[in-house]
């Protein structure tokens, strides 16, 4: 049936908006009115062939772009997570919303072939919204969250405000069973495993717009404390009764403040300029009793980022704009770490370490669109960096990169369009790799830090076809290829005293090649009114030579394949939306010198249903693990007598787990 419709769609010329043709199509409330949303974010959720990209999570401002912008610019806040920023712009404050596919003059599509910009109302009173939740596990765990915001304006001062507080689950632990089979023929150790997961979190943020000197100044603050525990408590039931527990405690706080100046000088100039710092505090507990031995890891971090950004842009007509940049980034971090066993201290590679950072990155960019069928997106951008490190590793080093793009799209119909991607990739350096973790609780134990690292380069070539079939339906197939070079991934150190760790290292050259498909199918040509099916399928494969046994494999860490769906129905009559989100399922795994770690996460379902009976009130239901299999999460370590190369067969340790059944019920209440 839904082939036969599939090509009764692609046999017609598929309607397409006015402004399809210049590369640009609108969303207008009406599109969205079967739907009622609360938000920007409900209202991106059902924009056809469009997944919200939050952005990286990486130091400085640059590359952590998502693919959204409110009013042409991105949110001046950078710890601020994007799709949060969305949740806190009402619907009714939402005049459309356009997507921008394949690049546009005068708009910066930060390095993104496909972008919405939110274009937001202007004026209009305070508006507010209460929002109240909680989560019910069939165990009889309760979770209970509580949501504030508030937003309106003094004549042409703006201003914002919210307040989050929650706590949730973590839905890969709980009960489960735990069986390691012995190389040299032991009988088995079979244990059953009690770990309940718990992250408490709030935060506050708030914002003021005002006019200044010409043009507009936004300041931002937030503050965000989170306090995450996992405590698990083992019961050995074969061959012999033992009981063995472990801890788990981290606790963070983040605050960041910053600013964005913008002035317009005349119709086709800009100046933009951004200032923001950032702060982060976090203790990492992990202690383990294992037979009457106790053995503690303990991690105190402090990091801290402060940028200064600076852009002018131009446009030169209706078919060319450029802009041009400097950007100038500080971080460092101070990490202090210490592992006991049985109160005496142990050795640790670059326990405490001291690292500072200091990155600038100059750009320019261009985009030209000749005609209406044709745009070209094209730029550079060239980044330098010196680090240094104090402490248990003395070093300094200086990196330069140049990062040349080009995106060219073409659009010989209403209905289809074809782009190209050519660009330099270079990673950012995860001040996380440099400092030493722990994981107590599986084989995987201490892990060195290592400050010694380049960045990631790659060279990615893309190609994507998309395909409008009928109004609000479309396919978008991609195609990536990645030529990577320094690829960081496992290999081994060894401390003073001969014990070997495990620690991030950069392991030589390695591919990556990326298959997705994007679909979006309403029904209502079809007669069915309301009836929406969106989702992705993605297929990965990568290859690079191993460190240890010089064999090729796979990168850590990758998913091979990822998919997810949603079918929804509008019932706009009873002021009713229904729906089930399809998670798939992945795996993924970590190479390590001594052991491989495979983690796979089975399939779930979320059935939902929220009534909204006028636009103050909503109410939501989610049933989060309808269908929750037997054995959703499982973890399977082999554990090599030494390193991986050296032959002999592996302990392989297998844990499972089984997260309960729940209910989360939320209730919305606008004003204003």
């Given amino acids: 049936m839904l082939l036969w419709m599939l090509a009764q769609a692609i046999a017609a010329p598929a309607p397409a908006p006015a402004a399809a043709q210049q590369g640009v199509v609108s969303y207008a409330p009406a599109f969205f009115a079967d739907l009622n949303p609360n938000n920007a974010l409900d209202m991106l959720a059902r924009i056809p062939g469009f997944t919200l990209d939050t952005g990286a999570s990486v130091r400085g401002f640059e590359g952590a772009a998502g693919n959204a912008l409110i009013d042409g610019q991105r949110p001046s806040s950078k710890s601020d997570s994007l799709d949060l920023i969305l949740q806190r712009l009402p619907a009714s404050k939402v ?38 939740a909680n989560y019910t596990t069939s165990d009889g765990r309760n979770f209970a969250g509580v949501r504030a915001e508030a ?6 001062r703006t201003w914002e405000a919210a307040l989050r507080e929650g706590s949730g689950p973590d839905d890969s632990v709980s009960t489960g069973r735990s069986q390691v089979i012995f190389a040299d ?16 979190n709030g935060s506050a943020t708030g914002a003021v ?32 009764p033992e009981i063995q527990t472990f801890g788990y405690v981290q606790k963070t706080t983040d605050t960041e403040v910053g600013g964005r100046f913008s002035r317009a000088f005349g119709d086709a100039t800009n100046l933009e300029l951004v200032a923001l710092r950032t702060t982060r505090d976090r203790d990492t507990d992990s202690s383990s009793s294992i037979q009457g031995s106790d053995s503690d890891f303990f991690n105190h971090a402090k990091s801290s980022e402060a940028i200064l950004r600076g852009v002018v842009k131009r446009r030169f007509g209706e078919a060319i704009s450029a802009e ?11 990490s202090r770490t210490r592992f006991t066993i049985d109160q005496v201290a142990q050795a640790l590679p670059a326990a405490d370490v001291q690292v500072e950072e200091k990155r600038s990155e100059t750009f320019a960019r261009a985009t030209w669109r000749p005609t209406a069928r044709w745009t070209a997106d094209a730029g550079v951008r060239y980044e330098s960096s010196d680090i240094s490190s104090t402490g248990d590793v003395g070093l300094s080093k200086s990196l330069k990169f140049a990062k040349p793009r080009l995106a060219v799209s073409w659009t010989p119909t209403p209905a289809t369009q074809l782009r190209v991607r050519i660009e330099r990739e270079v990673g950012q350096l995860d001040f996380n790799d440099f400092v030493a973790s722990s994981n107590l609780t599986t084989g995987v134990g201490i892990t060195a830090g290592n400050p010694d690292l380049n960045p990631e380069q ?3 070539t893309e190609v994507a076809a998309e395909q409008q079939l009928w109004k609000g339906a479309s396919l978008i197939l991609t195609a990536q290829h990645f030529k990577i070079t320094d690829v960081v991934d496992r290999g081994p150190v060894f401390a003073p005293d001969g014990t070997v760790f495990d620690r991030p290292t950069n392991i030589g ?45 796979e990168i850590s860490g990758l998913h091979p394949n990822d998919w997810n769906a949603t079918f929804s129905q509008d019932l706009a009559r009873y002021k009713v939306n229904l729906g089930v989100d399809l998670y798939g399922g992945f795996r993924k795994s970590y190479y390590r010198f001594n052991l491989i770690e495979t983690i796979k996460l089975q399939t779930y379902v979320r059935p939902y249903a929220e009534w909204k009976p006028n636009p103050t009130w909503s109410l939501r239901m989610e049933l989060p693990l309808a269908t929750a299999p037997q054995v959703r999460f499982r973890d399977t370590i082999q554990i090599f007598p030494g390193p991986r190369s050296a032959g002999g067969q592996p302990d392989i340790q297998d844990r499972q787990f089984h997260f309960p059944r729940g209910i989360y019920v939320r209730v919305l209440r606008n004003f204003g």
Avoid: C
């Avoid at 921008?100 to 939110?118: C, E, F, L, S, W």
């Avoid at 717009?209 to 083992?234: A, C, H, I, M, V």
């Avoid at 041009?324 to 101070?334: I, R, T, W």
């Avoid at 994007?518 to 992705?536: Q, T, V």
């Fill in 209 to 240: 717009e005002t006019p200044l000197l010409g043009g507009r100044l936004r300041l931002n603050g937030r503050l965000y404390q989170e306090k995450f525990k996992e405590p698990e408590l083992d019961r050995i039931v074969s061959p012999t």
């Fill in 509 to 553: 050259a390695g591919t990556k090649d990326v298959l997705m498909l994007d679909f979006a199918l309403p029904f209502d040509a079809f007669g069915w009114k309301g009836a929406l099916l969106k989702g992705e399928v993605l297929r990965r494969w990568s290859e690079v030579t191993d460190p240890t046994t010089h064999e090729k494999r």
């Fill in 324 to 334: 041009a940049g400097v950007e100038y980034a500080d971080n460092k971090l101070d």
């Fill in 458 to 460: 790659d060279w990615v």
């Fill in 185 to 200: 023929g032991r009988p088995a150790e079979i244990a059953l495993l009690d770990s309940k997961g718990l992250d408490t």
């Fill in 151 to 156: 937003s309106g304006a003094w004549g042409e």
């Fill in 95 to 132: 005049e459309r919303i356009d997507v921008i596919r394949g690049g546009a003059p005068g708009i910066d599509m930060q390095g993104k072939t496909v972008i919405a910009n939110v274009v937001t109302r202007k004026g209009g009173g305070a508006r507010g919204l209460l929002s109240v």
